[in-house]
């Protein structure tokens, strides 16, 4: 069972973290043939924490977790601190397949988002 | 003449900020048809500042700018900083039409971004 968890940096704001939340319930909606959980995770200041978040993917089933950064730059966050966290869960959960994903700042069709939302 | 200026956080880190910057070149490519002027500028840590991004996009004859927020959230910068801004730069460019287009966590299409990125 292979399971998607967006991982957002988290704010003090609850309005910023539902939004993630929202997008996830989307993302869920459009994955579903290829993910059979699709869910989210905050670096901080809000829960699920990312440790969290994989426990509760295992929990469910979950024999493969692919970690999706919702982060616009490879800042420290994305270079650092996910890809510290992620292997210590991976050492609490060794028969797991865990993947960290590219961070979404990456993706080729970002540019077409940004030119959809300059006509609004 | 159309100027779209892609409006980014700015940061310590060059090479984040020349991530901006070749996005934006790649936007100027998809949207050169309805944009003359396709150019990017940061709200602090970086150059050109907003102000000057919008100066230099009426220096170069835009009669209209659409400022694009390149930020996944409503914080803070997107709510109160970058309107700020642009108001006091209307003050300045006073036959400028001037928009502020919503930001880009607020992109349907991002979903779609989501995916492709799981995926590599």
């Known amino acids: 069972m292979r399971a998607l968890l967006v ?7 609850d309005e910023s973290n539902d939004e993630v939340r929202r997008l996830t319930d989307k993302l869920r909606a459009l994955a ?17 924490s990312i440790p969290d978040g994989i426990d509760c993917c295992v929990a469910e089933g979950a024999s493969e977790v692919v970690i999706l950064p919702y982060f616009l730059s490879a800042g420290r966050h994305v270079a650092k601190d996910i890809p510290e966290i992620v292997a210590s869960s991976r050492e609490q ?26 006509k609004k």
Do not use: K
Not at 7 to 13: E, I, L, Q, T, W
Not at 32 to 48: D, I, K, R, S, T
Not at 96 to 117: N, T
């Open 7 to 13: 991982v957002a940096h988290g704010s003090r704001r």
């Open 32 to 48: 579903g043939n290829e993910y059979q959980q699709v869910e989210c995770a905050f670096l901080e200041l809000a829960q699920p």
């Open 93 to 118: 959960h060794p028969g797991l397949a865990l993947r960290i994903a590219p961070y979404l700042g990456q993706a080729s069709s970002l540019v077409g988002s940004l030119l959809e939302m300059s």
